[in-house]
């Protein structure tokens, strides 16, 4: 089975701009998380889709939003980026009914 | 919410040795405790995981324990190898299956010197 796969791979935006990060999940798992890493804060959970519904949300605010399509397929949007906004995004895979999650490779963002 | 803490920041053994590093929660309600490695340049990889049913969990040269009680969860690495250089996550959550929000340390270096 092929694993979770993130695109792009790395990103450089500048301040104000906006991005969107794609995660495709393990072939046949329905949920899909978002965490964002930096060397301050760690790894912090953004939110998690499960059949195309938002099923859970960090605390994170609202310039960060994601979707999740019928393929499960899942795209990530930041709007008017910020310096801090910098960070390896990471997407992580999970099948119904168990709590194991796989991640990604990560995206990694550089906001200048 | 949940927290998580991890010890310690930094870890560096010999070659064959054991290392150990410890975790404690904070909400009761957690029941879900896996440990991620994740090497440079790459996402976390699930290396091992414990449920609050079970005590004790071994995979080869890798086990974790869970105290409940204390709420308090290990990893014990034993002849460790230059390989198994990497920073190592725990986390917990809660859920059976419907929450898929892990709370993380913040991470363990973990150096095996050859």
């Known amino acids: 089975k092929a694993g979770v796969t993130q695109t792009p791979r790395y990103l450089i935006k500048t301040r104000g701009q906006q991005v969107t990060l794609s995660c495709s999940p393990i072939?046949?798992?329905?949920?899909v998380s978002w965490y964002q890493q930096t060397p301050g804060q760690g790894l912090q959970f953004l939110f998690e889709y499960f059949s195309e519904t938002q099923r859970n949300k960090g605390n994170f605010p609202g310039r960060f939003s994601g979707r999740q399509f019928s393929n499960s397929r899942s795209e990530m949007n930041v709007s008017t980026l910020e310096l801090g906004d910098s960070a390896l995004y990471l997407c992580?895979?999970?099948?119904?009914?168990?709590?194991?999650?796989?991640f990604g490779p990560g995206t990694r963002l550089t906001v200048l | 919410g949940e927290n998580v803490e991890q010890h310690p920041s930094t870890l560096s053994v010999q070659e064959g040795d054991s290392a150990v590093i410890k975790c404690t929660y904070s909400d009761s309600a957690s029941n879900y405790f896996p440990w991620y490695k994740q090497e440079l340049g790459k996402g976390p990889q699930l290396i091992i995981d414990i449920r609050s049913n079970v005590g004790e969990k071994k995979d080869q040269r890798i086990a974790v324990t869970l105290n409940k009680t204390a709420k308090h969860f290990s990893l014990h690495i034993t002849e460790t190898q230059p390989e198994d250089s990497a920073v190592y996550f725990c986390a917990a959550s809660w859920g059976g299956g419907s929450n898929y929000k892990l709370t993380f340390g913040k991470g363990t270096l973990l150096t095996v010197n050859p």
């Open positions: 992580a895979s999970g099948g119904d009914s168990t709590d194991t999650q796989y």
């Open positions: 072939s046949g798992h329905r949920s």
